[in-house]
């Protein structure tokens, strides 16, 4: 699997290495967090972490006092103006090297259109190996491959 798209590989910017850090405070991949996290989230992000400044912004961020933080809400909060360094579309290519995986029965590349949606949710679609496998990288990530047939990972 490769792209020609070189930004895919650019360093993380700051936003996005909240939305990465946010999110390793929330192993169910709620998109939010408990407010009780809320000064690890930021000690683990070298931001201001003293207990007043937390609790301020704990109640700013939790202001239902629900005990949860919403990751949009943390990095409108945090992060207002930066934007993604990743394109939201690129084009992906596919190379399997076996004949047998191919539908043709020869051996080819596969190119798909890939989009990242806007929001944090998963794509769950029927039992895709291929679509699994790229959301580890990109949870919000849809592809259409050319002619319309998922290329094979084994």
Request: charged share 25%.
């Amino acid at each position: 699997m490769f792209s020609l798209e070189r930004k895919l590989v650019s360093p993380e910017t700051p936003s996005e290495t909240a939305r990465r850090v946010f999110k390793s405070f929330d192993p169910e991949g709620n998109n939010f967090i408990s407010s009780v996290l809320l000064q690890d989230v930021l000690t683990a992000l070298d931001l201001v972490s003293e207990p007043e400044y937390v609790d301020i912004m704990r109640k700013k961020l939790d202001s239902e006092n629900l005990g949860i933080i919403l990751l949009s809400s943390f990095m409108e909060e945090f992060f207002p103006e930066e934007k993604r360094s990743v394109p939201d579309v690129f084009t992906l290519y596919h190379y399997n090297g076996l004949a047998r995986s191919s539908p043709s029965g020869k051996v080819e590349y596969c190119e798909g259109n890939a989009v990242l949606l806007e929001c944090d949710v998963k794509c769950i679609l029927e039992s895709n190996s291929m679509l699994t496998c790229l959301q580890t990288k990109w949870p919000s990530i849809e592809v259409q491959w050319k002619g319309g047939i998922t290329p094979s990972l084994n």
